[in-house]
């Protein structure tokens, strides 16, 4: 499914290796409001840096996407590529440059090869249609396994809109985003700042709370297109059907982040860390990361080993204010550990991580909030995959 009057185009340059096509391009018909956000990590990429400039504007119209390369810690050289080639795709769609974002995943520190990306620009703009969104989920992916899509269809006043999600990413994946590119596209009418509003609160809920293996990206971004071609009443904070929007956009985003860490480089299982019980939201945030980046636990996940005393470790040195004579921890509905002790289950906690999907939850019983974090198990595969990622 695919939103209205969004068009694609995929191209081979072999930026990295030759046999996959590694270029994408999303063009929307006519110009749209658009939202984005952006990795934290001081160190920004060349496209990072233009797209947080041009956000400003509000509008976008087409998006090129390159993987292979990030296009980062290459200087002013870096940016100035960036800049021939949005001017190229501006061009060639008879577009404004102002229009045009991009965005880029790959090796950090290598100059992105113009002399094969400049020539694919030039098909990519010719063949533009004769692509799918799920050929560009394709083209984005570095070490990922698998393309990830998914859209919701929903009732807006007397029609029914499209919103769809397309992203990259399993390895480098930590808070604040993660070494992921996210688009997501809707032909529902969405007034500018509602859009960010939206965009904004479903990253914090989603791609802000999974990590694979504790590291920040260069490349992180989000952005969100509003076409408004299905015609409604552009949809602000008080529309009626506000709520709805964000709701479907809040599955896409966490659906999609489910998929990025089961994806997780080398990884065999998808772990949800609950935590309940907390001081505050911030207690319960720290204290689900802490368990969730702890490579202890991690790998004792991998190995079915209810080993709870790494959890409880993690807890202790978080930060987080709570009483470990207080604290019960349970590997999905088994209670292994009830008032900081055992509870004497531990072999039929070990039995739960044999299976893919696991939650682990741990009740401080220190307050009312709580949080949930996306992770994963850490195997060899994960070393072996990093280990050979420029060879």
Known sequence: ???????????????????????????????????????????????????????????????????????????????????????????????????????????????????????????????????SMDDVADAIMTTDTFPK???????????????????????????????????????????????????????????????????????????????????????????????????AVDEITYGLSKMIVSDGEGATKLVEVFVRGAKNDSDAEKAAFAVSNSLLVKTAVYGCDANWGRIMAALGSSGVGFREEKTDISFNKIKAVKGGISNNRDEEATGVLKGKQIKITIDLHAGDSSAKVLTCDLTETYIRINAEYRT
Not at 28 to 35: G, L, Q
Not at 66 to 91: F, P
Not at 97 to 108: E, R
Not at 202 to 209: I, Q
């Open 149 to 247: 899509i998914i859209s919701k269809r929903l009732k807006i006043g007397g029609g029914y809109g499209l919103i769809s999600g397309i992203c990259k990413g399993a390895g480098m994946i930590a808070p604040n985003m993660a070494t992921m590119l996210c688009f997501i596209l809707t032909d529902i009418a969405v007034e500018r700042k509602t859009l960010s509003t939206i965009l904004k609160s479903s990253v914090k809920k989603s791609f802000n709370r999974i990590t694979i293996d504790g590291d920040m990206s260069t490349n992180d971004t989000v952005l969100m297109l509003s076409n408004g071609l299905l015609g409604n009443e552009p949809i602000t904070a008080e529309s009626a059907d506000f709520d709805k929007v964000l709701k």
């Open 1 to 131: 499914m695919t939103p209205k009057g969004f068009i694609f185009s995929t191209v081979e340059a072999s930026i990295k290796k030759p046999g996959h096509r590694d270029i994408g391009l999303i063009f929307s018909e006519v110009e749209a409001n658009i939202a984005g956000v952006f990795t934290t990590n001081a160190v920004k990429a060349a496209p990072v840096l233009i797209c947080m400039e041009k956000i400003k504007s509000g509008r976008g119209q087409a998006i090129i996407v390159n993987s292979g390369n990030a296009n980062a810690c290459t200087g002013k050289k870096g940016l100035k590529d960036a800049d021939k080639i949005i001017s190229a795709v501006a061009e060639q769609l008879d577009v404004k440059d102002s229009t045009v974002y991009i965005c880029s995943t790959g090796v950090i520190g290598a100059p992105l090869p113009m002399k094969k990306i400049l020539p694919a620009v030039k098909s990519l703009t010719q063949d533009i249609g004769r692509s």
